[in-house]
């Protein structure tokens, strides 16, 4: 009977993975077994790094889909509003004491304030260049975006924005 001392040494999850698939009992080394072996050992690696670079993009929020959410967010001021054939530009609404701006907030909620009154408003973007707005009395407008203009027609009424400066 003998006494052996064993020493507890860390491995790498690669030796263990490599010691489980050839655990070297009988096994005759040749230059092709060892070949092999690496190769083996050199699949392994790859496969973990490659799950290890999947839970790593996973992880970090890669998204498959743009966030148009940030070409709307912000305040907007009326550039012209139309109806009923005749056209008001901001200039001369602003002859009459009248503004009209839109805030639309990063967590999908937003205001229209026209006329001294604000009207709290839900906003969603449907794509890169449109967005729809419900607003607490049950209306819905859906709003498209070209270049710095933001423009909405409802009833056969409608009204353009700029992003404010």
């Not at 001021?77 to 005749?86: F, S």
């Amino acid at each position: 009977m003998y006494a052996a001392a064993y020493t507890i040494r860390p491995e790498s999850a690669l030796t263990k993975i490599a010691h489980w698939i050839h655990d070297g009992k009988g096994m005759v080394m040749t230059d092709s077994t060892k070949a092999q072996n690496a190769r083996e050992m050199l699949v392994v690696a790859l496969a973990a790094l490659a799950l290890v670079a999947c839970v790593m993009l996973a992880g970090c929020g890669v998204k498959g889909t743009p966030n148009n959410e940030a070409n709307f967010i912000g305040d907007w001021t009326v550039v012209e509003i139309e109806e009923d054939g005749m056209k008001f530009t901001a200039d001369d609404l602003a002859l009459f004491g009248m503004e009209i701006t839109l805030t639309l907030n990063e967590d999908g909620t937003g205001s229209m304030s026209m006329f001294g009154e604000s009207q709290p408003l839900t906003w969603q973007a449907n794509s890169a260049t449109e967005i729809s707005l419900a607003f607490d009395d049950s209306t819905n407008a859906t709003f498209t975006l070209s270049g710095n203009v933001l423009s909405g027609e409802e009833d056969g009424a409608s009204i353009s924005f700029k992003r404010a400066s």
